[in-house]
């Protein structure tokens, strides 16, 4: 690393840290190379690991600690400009936040996923219009019924949490392979739909599974967002 040269000391750190996972100089030296390398998330996991290595050292903790805000707030830079999309949500004026699997070398938000890893325009216009026009079509009494919605391929989640953001409660569903996607944009707009009212659930979705099996999993008993009082 002394000698700029980040790729040998990325393999030397990884070497080090195969041949004793709780040594950790190898693990801060690998989070390190990581961070040189532009492995924004990877850099971010090896700090993490560094800093709990670090518990009872103060010195190292404290470096450790600098170290991975430092990195944690590139990754947050990066998925801000390159990842993540902003809806306008007209009923609390919070933008929803949708983050898109995209092919990247930067972090683990790769484009494996297809088509249902990206927020496409159609979809961007779906959620804004759902956003304009949702007040309309679910009730403006706070303490009135809700009504629920069934997604199915959500995707990125963005049509669903715009209706979640209405004051509806929503089961997103997908195949397995976008849950940790929907997951995850549940998880970053959980305040704006705490606000507002709504709700928000994932589950699989098998075509070859009937309607009524479907429709049980929105028991919204443990998602991000849930409503104690909400059974689908």
Known sequence: MELDDFQEALRSAEAA???????LPAKATLGRAQLNMGQLQDAVMSLEDALRLAEHDEEW????QE?????RNLLEIHWSEHHDVLLPSFRCGK??????????RYCRMEGEL????????????????ISTEGPRMTSMDFHAPRPTVLELGSGTGAAGLAFAATGAKVLLT?????????????????DLLSTVGGAAD????DWLSPPEEILRLGTFGDGFCSSPNFNG
Do not use: H, Y
């Open 95 to 104: 933008p929803l936040q949708i983050r898109q699997a995209l092919d990247c």
């Open 174 to 190: 997908d195949r397995q392979s976008l849950l940790p996607l929907l997951r995850l944009n549940v998880g970053l707009n959980k």
């Open 67 to 71: 170290e991975l805000e430092q990195a």
């Open 202 to 205: 994932i589950g699989e979705f």
């Open 114 to 129: 297809g088509p249902g890893g990206a927020l496409w325009a159609a979809g961007a216009s779906l959620a804004t219009l």
């Open 61 to 64: 903790r404290s470096e450790m």
């Open 17 to 23: 840290v195969q041949l004793d996972p709780n040594w």
